[in-house]
């Protein structure tokens, strides 16, 4: 769209020679201003509204490439708005991008809410499921998943299935938190540029793990809160869990047994449990993008998308890649996830609930001398399943955001095809 002003303004007298419209070739004489109500036909107050063109009260804008004849001159002729032709195709045109905006908004908050509410319940479960060794039941399909849920809910609660979802925000905060400091004092690139090198992706990866290093005592802190059951548990406060991260790096707070490991034994298996899970989930996600734009584009090409469908590539392909790229990561590192929080969890003497009744509570005791034995004991006593144990969690929880996110779709469609 070309600018309504002038190339230039001296008091009221407009300077400039005859100028060729590049959109459609007319040529129009120069012309002086002498008074505000010439002016008037290139500044408006209230400033246009794009696409209006400013039209009196009955007037039509113009056929493209045809100039207005309503009055005596008018000023360079412009695009026309893509919404329609008259000035309620602008008004239509500007509440479509305002709903596009806010149907993307909208449609990013869902998933955030999908991501971090909606399936808090199966995280919770599912690592519960991991820590206990006593269990017979491996909940390896979402069936048994969904029936002890049920069972956790009758017996203690809602409180049950979301307790410690504060403390895995804090966790989140303050993680992204430590990047960027480190970061900002370091010479370790936050992002990767387009023209990587080996050395920038391992300083980048570096910077990742210090991350890790700086959040696992507050990871350590909201295993807890997630898996501890709410039978014996008193009501901490939000801040908890920063309290208690605080205290297992200074040895202080609440007393552990002599089982419990040093924060130095665990920063292998937490940097590496991190590592990988980023490295995954970045290469998956680049790839399913580049599959699905490289889709929209031949579609494009082929001009067989609707406008409804061209705003949908705007938002959706990064969601779906997003979530392609949990969901393959969570499933790959399930077995080193399982390991990863038993020795988080071991001498912090907490009490879970028994995943396979539904009620009462065991404590755990576990006596892992570190990662290796973690894998060899696990293996011999649970099988190799044992590495699995509630990994129907993982599938009800991505089932939810699936639904999730194809009833945005939905929903979203459906208000693009009223608003065109």
Known sequence: MHPRRPDGFDGLGYRGG????????????????????????????????????????????????????STPYEGPAEEPFPAGGGGGGGVQGQSSEQLSRFAGFGIGLASLFTENVLAHPCIVLRRQCQVNYHARNYHLTPFTVINIMYSFNKTQGPRALWKGMGST????????????????????????????????????????????????????????????????????????CVKEGIGRVIGLGVPHSKRLLPLLSLVFPTVLHGVLHYIISSIIQK??????????????????????????????????????????????????????????????????????????????????????DCINTIKQEEGMLGFYKGFGAVIVQYILHAAVLQITKVIYSTLLQNSI
């Open 18 to 69: 005859a100028r060729d419209d590049q959109g459609f070739g007319v040529a129009f004489p120069a012309r002086s201003f002498s008074s505000g109500s010439d002016l008037g036909h290139w500044v408006t107050t209230p400033p246009d509204i794009p696409g209006s063109r400013n039209l009196h009260w009955g007037e039509k804008s113009p056929p493209y490439g045809v100039p207005s004849t």
């Open 287 to 372: 790839f399913v993008l580049l599959i699905l734009k490289r889709k929209t584009y031949n579609s494009h090409l082929a001009e067989s998308s609707s406008p409804v469908q061209s705003m949908l590539d705007a938002y959706f392909p990064e969601l779906i890649a997003n979530f392609a790229a949990s969901l393959c990561s969570d499933v790959i590192l399930f077995p080193l996830e399982t390991v990863l929080h038993r020795l988080h969890i071991q001498g912090t003497r907490t009490i879970i609930d028994n995943t396979d009744l539904g009620y009462e509570v065991l404590p755990i005791n576990t006596q892992y001398e570190g990662m290796r």
């Open 169 to 240: 925000f804090i966790v989140q905060g303050v993680t992204l938190g430590a990047e960027g400091i480190i970061s900002e004092f370091t010479p370790l690139p936050r992002e990767i540029s387009h023209k990587w090198n080996p050395k920038q992706i391992g300083e980048h990866l570096l910077l990742k793990a210090l991350t890790y290093i700086v959040a696992m005592p507050f990871y350590s802190a909201s295993l807890i809160e997630t898996v501890q059951s709410e039978i014996i548990r008193d009501n901490a406060g939000i801040l908890e």
